[in-house]
């Protein structure tokens, strides 16, 4: 929640190919403005190859083994559709959540991989918040599909290269990517709905067709505890406080059911870490499942307190509807 987006600490989309390298590394620190990505974006030729092998682990989800490339790369975007997808197409300005390896044409060496994490990556697409190789080859993939490309300097981190992963200007990159889903602004939670039967505690709407839920506030004294309801359960991992999530969500004053905030209005998702926001969204995120809407009402001591926040007096309880969409 930039301006608008008060509970969180750090901006949307700063998960950037611009920010690989060593794992231990702190991505949170990664911008956009860190690599090339926000430069105008030179227009790519694609072509098919040269690509080199993929030796092992080569069905879609495994950590592949990528050969040495033979001989000089080409100076355009080579790209390869190792294994074809079934479901929806990739569109431009998606959040893309993908899996990937990263190494160096001439040596092999791998400079970044999600598998090793255990956890997909998630990022825009087609937008300029990742190198603009990743933006042009795969923008029109289908999910389930396995990507392979080759990506020239100019393409990638340009001349100045990427320190942080040991990628020199001069380096041609080579990605496997198996495109594991997609989220965009219409994107809603899918689970199992759960009786909403307590009185005294705010309705929230049921709908998953992506429009914002309605919250009806009861008019009674708002609770003093915490409130993490669910009102669609999902089949997903549980949360821990240490995951980072990408939501929708909608935020409403317990005193007259004001909206302050809503990711739906803005048209954009959010994405940031539990244990960089409020108290009363990471305590009353941790533990929910993946695919699940969540009743969530945060009162003043694990809010803002007394302090008073763009469109929030002080003192406020606040209430919200969070659509947790992906693990990240």
Not at 13 to 38: E, H, R
Not at 195 to 203: F, G, M, R, S
Not at 217 to 241: C, M, R, S, T, W
Request: net charge positive; proline share 6%; glycine share 14%.
């Amino acid at each position: 929640m930039r301006r608008r987006s008060l509970l969180l600490a750090v901006p949307a989309g700063l998960l950037t190919l611009a920010g690989c390298g060593d794992d231990k590394a702190d991505k949170s620190k990664s911008k956009p403005s860190d690599g090339p990505s926000n430069s105008a974006e030179p227009t790519a030729k694609i072509v098919d190859g040269p690509l080199p092998e993929v030796s092992k682990g080569t069905k879609f989800g495994e950590k592949p083994t990528v050969a040495k490339g033979s001989g000089k790369p080409s100076k355009d975007l080579a790209v390869k559709t190792l294994i074809e997808g079934k479901d929806a197409e990739v569109a431009k300005g998606d959040y893309l959540q993908a899996d990937y390896l990263g190494q160096i044409w001439d040596t092999a060496k791998v400079f970044d991989n999600s598998y090793d994490r255990g956890v997909p990556a998630i990022f825009p697409i087609g937008v300029g918040q990742v190198i603009p190789g990743w933006d042009q080859a795969l923008v029109g993939k289908k999910i389930g599909s396995r990507v392979e490309m080759a990506i020239p300097p100019a393409l990638g981190y340009g001349a100045q290269g990427n320190p942080q992963g040991g990628i020199k200007g001069t380096d041609t990159l080579v990605f496997v990517v198996d495109v594991v889903g997609t989220f965009n602004k219409k994107s809603s939670a899918k689970g199992k709905q759960i009786a909403q039967d307590n009185v005294d505690l705010p309705k929230v709407g049921t709908g998953t067709d992506g429009e914002a839920p309605s919250i009806d506030v009861p008019k009674k004294d708002a609770p003093k505890k915490l409130v993490a309801n669910y009102i669609l359960e999902g089949d997903g991992e549980e949360l821990k406080v240490s995951d980072g999530v990408l939501v929708q969500y909608k935020g409403v004053l317990w005193d007259g059911g004001k909206e302050f905030d809503s990711t739906y209005k803005r048209g954009e998702l959010a994405q940031f870490k539990l244990a960089e926001v409020v108290k009363g969204w990471s305590q009353g995120l941790t533990g929910k499942k993946v695919g699940s809407r969540v009743l969530v009402v945060v009162p003043p001591d694990l809010g803002y307190g007394d302090k008073e926040q763009q469109g929030i007096p002080a003192k406020s309880t606040l209430v919200f509807s969070v659509d947790i969409l992906a693990k990240m």
